[in-house]
């Protein structure tokens, strides 16, 4: 076998065992998805758990008059990690989002047309709105927020609103 076919052939292999790593990994990534027994699809993070569906959520912010969390990550966002290690682990944070809000994740790359109409251009994106899904003036973080900033910021919203 030539040189010429052996680096061939082995860029081929390196190739491969990259993809089929890719592939693995986005197929253990969705295993976190789950639908609840009433049709209504999640995913936890943590001690979080989020509506993936919009719609569904708004439903639910309604009748249990809470205001609504959005939050936009992509698959390969570090500040979206970060955010994700630091602030939504926070025992503090969980607190207040578990008590005061329905949390909705939002893939901004597998559900780009959604995360276009909610003007999410960069990830990590924070969207608060009130239980009708109207804006909270002020609230939206585009990019990644400190978790102290990031408590701060919550606290905040929370007193405006009681």
């Known amino acids: 076998m030539s040189d010429t076919k052996k680096i061939l052939l082995t860029i081929l292999l390196g190739a ?15 295993a976190n998805d789950q639908s609840s ?8 993070l943590g001690l979080l758990t989020f509506h993936t569906n919009i719609s569904q ?5 309604r009748s249990e008059n809470k205001m609504i969390y959005i939050y936009a990550r992509s698959e390969f966002c ?7 290690a ?21 893939d901004a790359v597998k559900q780009k047309s ?30 990644y927020m400190d978790q102290e900033s990031f408590y701060l910021h919550l606290s905040g919203i929370i007193n405006n609103e009681e």
């Open 78 to 84: 570090g500040w979206c990690k970060q955010f994700e």
């Open 114 to 143: 959604l995360a276009l109409n909610l003007g999410i251009s960069v990830t990590p994106y924070s969207i608060f709105t009130t239980s009708e899904g109207k804006d909270i003036p002020g609230a939206r973080i585009p990019g």
């Open 86 to 106: 630091e602030s939504l682990s926070d025992e503090r944070i969980i607190g207040i989002l578990n008590e005061n809000f329905i949390l909705v994740r939002v």
């Open 16 to 30: 491969l065992i990259i993809f089929g790593s890719i592939y693995t990994s986005t197929r253990n990534n969705n």
């Open 37 to 44: 027994n009433d049709g209504n699809a999640t995913v936890k």
């Open 57 to 61: 959520a708004l439903e639910t912010a």
